[in-house]
């Protein structure tokens, strides 16, 4: 069993050099006066901030500047663009309607990165 994801919960990138903090909208089912997310809690600058400085080479601006650094990685400042839905959420467990962000759920960054939860924003909610 897993627990549900609140709004406030802490997200990490795999080529992202800082911490993220999730943010789910109001118009979501509120449970300890955070809104629990959902696997369409995916939209960058919404819900997903960035992840300070991003060093993916699928990064057309961090690719650039390690071009003109002469082959040297030069990280760029991220923005992270997401183009599909939380994988693995909770089918059993429906909030609005759409299956519940459990804390083993992971998204992708269309430049290669791999973000996922690394604190759920609740201690007491389970998922099946």
């Known amino acids: 069993m897993g627990l549900c994801v609140c709004g406030g919960a802490m997200l990490s990138c795999a080529f ?36 300070g400085m991003c060093s993916s080479m699928a990064n057309p601006q961090v690719a650039s500047a390690t071009a003109a650094a002469l082959g040297v990685l030069t990280p760029m400042p991220c923005v992270p663009v997401i183009s599909s839905p939380w994988a693995l959420g909770c089918p059993t467990v429906l909030v609005g309607g759409k ?30």
């Open 16 to 51: 992202g050099a800082a911490p993220s903090t999730l943010t789910v909208t109001p118009e979501k089912k509120v449970v300890n006066s955070m809104p629990l997310a959902t696997i369409d809690c995916n939209k960058s600058f919404v819900n997903i901030m960035p992840f």
């Open 99 to 128: 299956p519940a962000l459990g804390q083993t759920s992971k998204l992708m960054c269309n430049w290669g990165g791999i973000i996922q939860v690394t604190s759920p924003g609740t201690a007491n909610i389970e998922i099946a």
